[in-house]
């Protein structure tokens, strides 16, 4: 019997017109993984008896200030099943971490919106008093997975370390549901 604790997660999966996703950089009051890009996620709020869907529609608002509307941020689909990792315990303000919440990993439920390129610019990282993120931009999915890391090049858009075998997973299971939404986009514009 296993005695790995998952904290119950949402993420979001924002994508382009150019199948590009939304990769956010870890603002520096973080206490890991500090100046490394992810997407858009956060906890499930067991108190507020919130389902996944209204969760993400939560992380989104105070992460990156947007909200779903049919015009701009657009609900597209999710993941079926969860996916998960662990916490990666290199050092005692880790360990520290996962002592306190109690758990060693989050299991994620994730759910794929579709935003236009160019309202990138209706991000609003300021949304919260304490912002999650520095920065946000669009990235191939691809290349954000698959890039070297570079020494002594902090302008890398790296994803954080013990997150990136679960990203690889998402994109797998992303990719046809992007590229299906993008073909029905373009036939809608013929």
């Given amino acids: 019997m296993s005695n790995i604790k998952y ?16 990769v956010c950089k870890r603002a520096s009051k973080k206490k890991t993984a500090v100046g490394k890009w992810q997407f858009p996620q956060g906890g499930v709020e067991a108190g507020r008896d919130e389902d996944y869907y209204v ?32 916490y990666e315990y290199k050092n005692s303000i880790t360990k520290a971490i996962g002592k306190v919440f109690n758990h060693n990993g989050q299991m994620i439920h994730w759910h794929l919106f579709f935003l236009p390129k160019d309202l990138i610019s209706l991000i609003d990282l300021g949304f919260e008093e304490k912002p999650e993120f520095d920065e946000c931009k669009w990235f191939n999915f691809d290349d954000f997975l698959n890039q070297e890391e570079q020494p002594n090049n902090n302008d890398q858009t790296l994803p954080v370390p013990f997150k990136k075998e679960m990203y690889k997973q998402l994109l797998t299971l992303s990719n046809p549901i992007i590229e299906q939404y993008l073909q029905q986009i373009q036939q809608q514009q013929k």
């Fill in 7 to 22: 904290r119950s997660c949402v993420g979001a999966l924002i994508f382009n017109d150019q199948g590009q996703v939304l």
């Fill in 55 to 86: 969760a993400v529609l939560r992380e989104i608002k105070e992460e990156v200030g947007l909200e779903v509307t049919d015009d701009k941020l657009r609900f597209v689909s999710k993941i079926e099943e969860p996916l998960s990792y662990l």
